[in-house]
């Protein structure tokens, strides 16, 4: 037994993942039955186990094999999960212990398996693309024929239809593929010594599957197919998605048993291109009309495209050679790939194939995949099956065009006009009858009723269904097939038109939502807005809930009256939402996983995870096709796209605003460290002084030593009651306690604290209302007033009149303080309330200002929600003005 292995270069050892990323996937690949893939993934467990690794079985098939069975010892075993399924009991792999168990490396066999009704997924491939989500390494094995675009080319080899598969995105994203590989010779022999299937089940395997011819050719394909995994790796990693810029296939969706071969054929074209996958479905009125089988395998085709890494696109039209023709031109298609027909045409009345139409219409590449579907005929002119019911107004609008036509055909005849122009006026009553009733069956029928109307008004003997002249049932038979022709052109023209008014519909709204979604500014209304789009495209309510890491699933319903039926959401549904929340994938109804659920829950996805969760009731309304959920999923990426342009934002914002922080913390730092330097050297020196020399020093020496002291000291202070008021107000800007507070009592506490030079100046107080007052924080507002006084007090000379007055206007109360000094120039006036700025900037003592009073006064009143004004005072000096929200005497604002 040989083994090839492939792994990308970087892949470290099982056992060594990232911790908090998703799991790496090793799988062990044969090409039948028996080749040793088990045996192959036990050794390397064990060996992995030897190097350190946690290493746990979760699972193994339990062939009767002795030496495979061997390898089990030594290595934990999980226990299996039984499921009672018809009076049976079914063991299988148990996804929630394994995941509670949570080891290093866990072992899956048969990646292919389907699991047993009542598990989370319906397939064992997304129990382990649920335990990669999870962080946790996984061996699995496989074989070539459970690959999905490899089925119908097994199928054709072997003559045996594979049931169990695979998409292939999941054999792609493996990190490494071990091919397990046996000379098909050795295979035969294991076979026949039973060492793979007992004695009778061997024998019939020998001579069905197990043949030379069949192993040889299944060996080529898996050795061929690994060979491509390794290539695909290999340019991801050089080129990513630049390798897809070349070539472009694309293949038509249909209801034909052959189309799921045509998909397949396309997938590995794709594959073996490195091109980009299209499937395109042209709906038709045909289309419309689809039930039963078709639309059962519409859908399952639709699925296996998706599986296969096919992008999904729809057009509307009548012609599907027109449209597919138009969809190539436009989106740089390459290639076409498509099945043969699988009915009988009539070349005897010039009925091309489509194959052939669209080779005509465009110059690409067609491929027809050939295939050995059972050939119909389809009967000439065969008429679709109407789903329209009986309608008593249509009815009545077929008989009144058929009369207003008689009636109009009289009139020509006695005004002599010919027979010809009266037929004109009953195909047009046709025409009018088509366009006006739904469906084909009025037209038709008044196509029928004209002609005898026409035979027994107007045709000789009349008033009876004879014809004498000879050329009578030629021109009934003209004007029969006329009427038809023209009723069916008419209906055609109508169901265009309504196609395409159902596009423009869905091409609105998708636009519409974009746009909308672009102005809005929280994520709530992002999936609100969504939700109610969903809600009026499906009606049907939708709930919807912000992903949130720390919290819970808050869940909200549109349109909001539904609140009963929120309310009414079972824990297991919950349940489906959280599993979406934490993988990132849809589940619930119509889906693989939980499919037993009543709601179908998706995930609004951006690029760094799940951004909300959507969840639209199934149970009691209409299922929704394959292509309206591609419709919703399209809508939920731009509600994703949205939410994170928003979060972006947000952290755009907030790191703008830690940086703004962090360099006026820095620059506050310095010019703190700067302005303290000056004022405790002149504060130490002056104690040094008079601790050593104060008996000698003269009265008035000492004097102005203990002056300058208390200088400094007061602006120390100053300066740190200014800090602590600035901190206090970053820390409590959002919760700022205010109170209605008396003037008056604030005024006095403020001048009786106000720099000891204020002495040297006039200062007045002028309250037009002794009960005056104001809503406020009281400690900071006086912070304010005494700023604003020891401003005036530094920046005017002694003697100076400084006024602190108190005034209402209005709803507000202005509070002012004017001085009579020199006045400040326009220039600075601009700058005055901006950090760090200071008046005396350039001076040489402007080392005493750091800058931080005004603007700390202007943060402080606009947090009261007034504003703050500097003017030039009459005749000269300067008022600095602000407002706060004025309060009555009886306490009400």
């Not at 994938?585 to 969760?613: C, E, Q, Y």
Request: proline share 4%; aromatic share 6%.
């Amino acid at each position: 037994m040989g083994k090839t292995e492939n792994s990308t270069p970087y892949s470290p050892r099982y056992g060594e993942a990232e911790t908090g990323g998703t799991g790496r996937l090793k799988i062990f690949f044969g090409y039948a039955a028996g080749v040793g893939k088990t045996y192959a993934m036990l050794e390397a467990a064990h060996q992995a186990q030897k190097e350190g690794v946690d290493v746990v079985v979760g699972y193994v098939e339990p062939h009767a094999r002795p030496d495979t069975l061997a390898l089990l010892e030594g290595l934990e075993v999980l226990s299996c999960r039984e499921v009672d399924y018809r009076g049976i009991r079914l063991r299988g792999f148990d996804l929630d212990g394994a995941l509670a168990r949570r080891p290093q490396l866990i072992l899956v066999d048969e990646l292919a398996h389907s699991n047993a009704p009542g598990c989370r997924h319906t397939k064992r491939y997304q129990d382990v693309e649920e335990l990669l989500q999870a962080g946790i390494n996984v061996y699995t094995t496989v074989n070539v024929q459970h690959l999905e675009s490899l089925n119908d080319l097994v199928t054709s080899i072997t003559g045996i239809v594979v049931n169990e598969r695979i998409p292939d995105h999941v054999f792609d994203r493996a990190n490494q593929v071990e091919l397990v590989d046996i000379a098909p010779a050795d295979l035969e022999k294991r076979l026949e010594e039973g060492k793979i299937y007992r004695q009778r089940q061997a024998k019939q395997a020998l001579e069905n599957f197990f043949t030379a011819e069949n192993l040889t050719a299944l060996r080529e394909i898996a050795m061929r197919r690994t060979a491509d995994q390794l290539n695909r790796t290999a340019v991801q990693e050089k080129k990513g998605k630049a390798a897809r810029a070349g070539d472009h296939i694309l293949i038509c969706l249909s209801s034909a048993p052959s189309n799921a071969k045509v998909i397949r054929t396309a997938a590995r074209m794709a594959e073996a291109f490195h091109s980009g996958f299209t499937a395109l479905f042209v709906q038709t009125p045909e289309t419309k009309e689809l039930s039963g089988e078709n639309i059962k395998r519409l859908r399952s085709n639709l699925r296996l495209a998706e599986q296969l890494g096919a992008q999904i696109a729809t057009v509307y039209g009548a012609d599907p050679a027109e449209q597919i023709a138009e969809y190539a031109r436009v989106s740089g298609i390459t290639k076409i790939v498509m099945g043969r027909v699988n009915h009988r045409q009539h070349p005897w009345i010039g009925q091309k194939s489509l194959a052939d139409r669209l080779i005509e219409r465009t110059d690409l590449d067609v491929y027809i995949i050939p295939d050995r579907q059972p050939l119909y005929k389809k009967p000439l002119g065969k008429l679709r099956k109407s789903r329209v019911r009986f309608s008593w107004r249509d009815a009545v609008v077929t008989l009144l065009c058929l009369a207003i036509s008689t009636a109009v055909g009289f009139a020509f005849d006695w005004a002599g006009f010919s027979e010809s122009n009266i037929i004109t006026i009953y195909i047009l009553g046709v025409l009018v009858t088509a366009v006006s009733t739904s469906g084909h069956l009025y037209g038709a029928a008044n196509s029928l009723l004209s002609v005898l109307a026409f035979n027994f008004f107007f045709t000789e003997p009349r008033f009876t269904l004879q014809a004498d002249g000879p050329s009578y049932p030629v021109t009934f038979l003209i004007m029969l097939s006329s009427s038809i022709i023209a009723s069916s052109l008419a209906s055609r023209v109508k169901e265009q038109a309504r196609m395409a008014a159902e596009k423009s519909y869905y091409t609105e709204l998708l636009l519409g939502s974009s746009q909308k979604l672009q102005t809005i500014r929280t994520e709530w209304d992002c999936l609100r807005l969504t939700a109610e789009q969903l809600s009026r495209m499906f009606d049907r309510p939708v709930i919807y809930a912000l992903n949130d890491a720390d919290k819970e699933l808050d869940f909200r319903i549109e349109p909001a009256d539904e609140h009963t039926l929120l309310e009414k959401l079972s824990t297991e549904e919950i349940g489906v939402a959280k599993w979406v929340q934490k993988n990132n994938k849809h589940a619930g109804a119509t889906t693989n996983t939980l499919p037993d659920s009543k709601w179908l829950f998706l995930s609004v996805r951006g690029t760094r995870g799940v951004m909300g969760i959507v969840g639209v009731p199934i149970a009691g309304y209409v299922v929704p096709d394959a292509f309206e959920k591609n419709l919703m999923v399209a809508l939920l990426g731009e509600c994703g796209l949205s939410q994170e342009r928003i979060r972006l934002e947000e952290e755009r914002n907030q790191i703008a605003l830690q940086t703004q922080r962090e360099s006026l913390q820095a620059n506050l730092l310095r010019a703190v460290s700067h302005d303290l330097r000056t004022p405790l050297t002149n504060i130490n020196g002056s104690v040094g002084i008079l601790m050593g020399k104060d008996q000698t020093l003269k009265p008035e020496v000492r004097e102005q030593l203990y002056t300058a002291i208390d200088d400094d000291t007061n602006w120390l202070i100053n300066m740190t009651e200014n800090l602590l008021a600035a901190t206090q107000l970053e820390t409590d800007r959002t919760k700022l306690k205010t109170a209605p507070e008396l003037l008056e009592d604030l005024f006095q506490s403020a001048v009786r604290q106000l720099d000891r030079r204020a002495r040297d100046h006039h200062i007045s107080v002028d309250l037009e209302d002794q009960t005056l007052m104001a809503s406020m924080n009281a400690g900071m507002i006086q912070r304010v007033i005494i700023n604003m006084m020891n401003n005036a007090i530094q920046y005017t000379p002694k003697d100076s009149h400084i006024i602190l007055s108190g005034t209402r206007r209005k709803d507000w109360v202005e509070i002012s303080v004017s001085d009579d000094g020199p006045g400040i120039p326009d220039e600075a006036k601009k700058h005055l309330f901006d950090l760090f700025y200071t008046a005396e900037q350039g001076k040489p003592d402007s080392k005493r200002g750091l800058g931080l009073g005004l603007h700390l006064c202007q943060s402080i009143v606009n947090a009261h929600g007034g504003t703050i004004t500097v003017s030039d005072h009459a005749p000269s000096g300067t008022t600095f003005r602000f407002t706060l929200p004025a309060v009555r005497t009886d306490g009400v604002k």
